[in-house]
Every structure is written in C-alpha cells, then in structure tokens.
C-alpha cells in the first residue's frame, strides 16, 4: 500500500538521514504505530524514521521545517490521549525514538542518571537499581514505555505521593527543536536559578515544542524497608480518614495509597491471570498501602501493623492483610495495576484521568456516581487511584447487555458530566495522561483565554512553522 501526500523525493531526503534501514517504508511495519492503545485513535502515515542520535533527529526536524512538513515523534506508543498518532490525511512522518535508548551514565553519588529519550523506563530502574538506587516512576506500562514519553506526557504513577510526577525527577534535558537546532540542558544541578526555566516548558509539552533526546533524572536510595498492605473499607470517606492518620503515623515513609472499589477487585479476579481476592469476604472499598523505609525491615512491618491495629480500632478498617514476602507485595500491586485492563473483557470502557483536591475525594465520588447514573441507568463505575494525591481514574463500564458502540458514542457526554464536577471542585480533567487530541478542545474551551493565548504564543515561538505535533494538545490553525 502506498500512502500519498509527501513527495516521494521529499521522502528519499529524510530516509538519507537516518538510511534506508531505519526508514520504515511499508505500511505492515509501519501499521502498529498508528494506533492507540485503545483504539480511539487510527491514523495515516507514509514513513517511520528512525533515527540513531541526536544529530539526526537535528537534521530530520531542520528538513521538516523548511520543507513544511509535519512529524509526530514517538516513543514507546503507550499513551492514552491520541498525542503519539498521526492524523488520517497521510501528511505526517513518525519518528520513533527506538533506537536511541542507551543510558549514558549513571552517577551513584551525585544521585544521577543520564538516559537517552527512548530508554525504556523498566531499563532505566534496572540501571539505577544495578547501582543500590532507585529510580521511583513506576507505571503498568514500565517495560514499553520510555523516558522521552514519560518526560512529554509529565508521567505520573504510583509513587507520585512520596517522589512526585516526572517533572519532580528530572533535573536537565536535551532537547531538539523544530528549526534543527540543539539545546543541551543536561545540567545535574539541584539549584540554578539562571534565568527561565527551559526545562518545564517542554515537559508535559508532549512534543509540541520539541523531541527531547536526553534527560538527567534524579535517582534516590533503594528502601531499606518495605511493607505493603491491603485493608477493605466501607467508604471513600473512610479511605481518607486513613489515609489521613496513615500520613501523620508514617510520614514520608508512606510511598503509596491507592483507592479501589470492589468492582475493580472482582473484574481482575475474573479476567487477570493469577489474581485472586486478597481477603475472605467482600468489602465496598479497598485501600492498597505502601510502606518504604530508610532504616530497617523491622520499622516499615511497624508502621504497617500500628496504621492498621489503629483503622481497626476506630472502625476504619473491616479487615486487612500484611504482604509477607516479595512475590506477596507484587501480587497486591499487580491486582491495582491491571485494574484497567481488567475492564476490556467487560466490553465498553469510558475513562477518565482526574485529579481533585485530596479532601474532596468522598464528594467527588458521590457526586460523579449520581450524575452518571442518573444518564445512564445500569453502567458499572470503577473508579480507582492514587488517593494520596488526588487522581481518580474514573471508569465507567458499559451496563450488562448493552451495545458496545452505542455506549462509547456517549463517550463526549459521560465526560462532559464527570469534567463538569472535577471543574467545579477546582480540579484536572488531565491528572497524569496528557491532552492530546482527546481533550484539546476541551482544554481550549475551559480554561481561562489568557492561558490558551499564552499557550499559542509560546508554541508559535518555538514551532513557527507549525510542524511538531500539530493537532495535539492546542491548536494554532
């Protein structure tokens, strides 16, 4: 299949860059990069290169903007917002990342690493790990995802609670603009306060400002001590009521505390391989809860069985279980992280990436629930997330027996009614995904015009011929 709308001289100019190996031509391999994860994006693209440094990358974008040419850049191909596909017009190169994942350096006393942009995560926590360090960014997308992504999408996961989200862990970039030209921001300092932050710019600019090609991340001690537990609830309500006495018992040492409802436990109880109820009987509520400590084994066990003894005595908790190995931790953790997953089988999945402030969490819920419901008799909420910081992956299944297409064509009225309730208690319609083409006309349309107009100017200024992205998070048409 030959895919129109580059010139096919235009074509042979940028595969030179790269060569013809790296140039990928046929649509079989380039198919599997035109499609979100969950096939609400499909787009058209004549060539995928794949470029192996940084002056490569300089050179394919300085050819793309004298020429006019549109370039989507791609990592691992694991976001959720649309952001890494090309449109349907077949005017776009993809420019993938792959090759250019090494990990430069690692630096165990300064407390550094520096990798390329498509380093997959998983290799970068090995190579901080392989040093007694820990790199904390952990998402279910760990062992595909990679680092330039992460850093466009200002990634968030798990361990947002104690580490925060990627623009926290990363100290300097090395970035290439869309005029060709290089900017080496890959300072290792803590402090430097020389003018603009570059830096923060073009994370979570999701490649609408530029291809970062290098970045340095904070990296920290590897726990001493580490607890996990899992403790059935009766509310929200409750959850934050422990999650509150959990933060003034453990302090920093509380490196996680996920929300789940007791549909999310019995979706991957049904669907995930090798997961299974954590507690004799069913409860509305769940509360996974991390514990990493500096010193001992023996203080994390501590903490863990003093919060619990305490959600136990004041009527918090109605049963809980302590990990007792390893493998017993991973398997609580994998039960959260497959969560999502866990819904396809279920049929259709309308979703949500929400942030509120953490104490109007129970509000939130409830009132989301009812404005759902009350659209849509019999749809199945799963709501869950990082309660410790406010994110709320807000869910909704298909109600039993339903069309499946039927149901996602709500999709833009579902969201109108969750984001309407997220804005009106001062929250996010994008906690950790990112904008993209999902949410870019929503974006444009709630918030204040002087935002967007400061949004356009700054992406006219690096990106005057408009060939980084286009389409995605803000439009300058």
Not at 26 to 48: F, T
Not at 126 to 148: Q, T
Request: net charge negative; glycine share 10%.
């Amino acid at each position: 299949m030959t895919i129109q709308g580059v010139p096919s001289d235009l074509l042979h100019q940028f595969a030179a860059i790269v060569g013809e190996a790296n140039a990928l031509r046929d649509q079989a391999d380039i198919a599997p990069r035109l499609v979100e994860n969950r096939g609400l994006y499909r787009g058209v693209s004549p060539m995928v290169l794949k470029p192996g440094s940084t002056q490569e990358v300089s050179e394919i974008l300085k050819l793309a903007t004298e020429t006019r040419t549109a370039i989507v850049p791609q990592t691992g191909n694991t976001g959720l917002v649309g952001g890494q596909v090309p449109s349907t017009a077949g005017t776009e190169l993809i420019v993938s990342l792959e090759r250019m994942n090494r990990i430069r350096d690692v630096d165990p006393v300064a407390n550094v690493l520096v990798a390329e942009g498509g380093a997959i995560l998983a290799e970068v926590q090995k190579a901080a790990e392989d040093v007694g360090r820990l790199f904390p960014l952990s998402l279910g997308s760990e062992g595909s995802c990679r680092i330039g992504g992460n850093l466009a999408t200002n990634a968030g996961g798990t361990a947002v609670l104690a580490y925060g989200n990627m623009r926290q862990l990363c100290l300097g970039l090395e970035v290439v603009l869309p005029t060709g030209e290089i900017w080496d921001g890959l300072r290792r300092l803590k402090k430097d306060n020389t003018g603009y932050d570059l830096r923060d710019l073009f994370i979570g600019a999701e490649g609408t400002l530029g291809i970062i090609t290098g970045a340095v991340l904070k990296l920290f001690p590897q726990p001493v001590g580490h607890q996990v537990a899992f403790a059935g609830l009766s509310s929200p309500e409750d959850a934050l009521r422990l999650f509150e006495k959990a933060s003034n018992l453990c302090g920093t040492a509380l490196t996680g505390f996920e929300l789940m409802p007791r549909i999310g436990v019995e979706f991957t109880t049904r669907h995930i391989d090798g997961v299974r109820d954590p507690l004799s009987e069913p409860h509305p509520w769940y509360a996974l809860i991390d514990i990493s400590t500096s010193d001992s084994a023996e203080t994390a066990e501590t903490m863990v069985q003093s919060l619990l003894e305490l959600g136990l005595e004041t009527g918090l908790v109605r049963d809980a279980v302590i990990a007792s190995s390893v493998a017993q931790q991973k398997a609580l953790w994998h039960m959260r992280e497959s969560m999502s997953d866990a819904q396809k089988p279920e049929g259709g999945s309308i979703k949500h990436d929400v942030s509120v402030p953490v104490s109007s969490i129970p509000a939130f819920m409830e009132a989301a629930e009812k404005g759902v419901l009350a659209a849509m008799p019999g749809a199945r909420i799963c709501a869950f997330g990082h309660l410790g910081d406010g994110n709320i992956h807000y869910n909704i299944s298909q109600p039993v027996g339903a069309d499946k297409q039927a149901f996602l064509e709500r999709w833009r009225e579902i969201n109108g009614i969750v984001h309407g309730i997220v804005l009106s208690m001062n929250g996010s319609i994008s906690a950790e995904h990112g904008i993209g083409q999902l949410k870019r006309d929503e974006l444009a349309r709630i918030r204040p015009a002087i935002e967007i107009d400061l949004m356009r100017r700054i992406k006219r200024a690096f990106d005057p011929a408009n060939i980084m992205n286009p389409g995605k998070v803000i439009s300058i048409d």
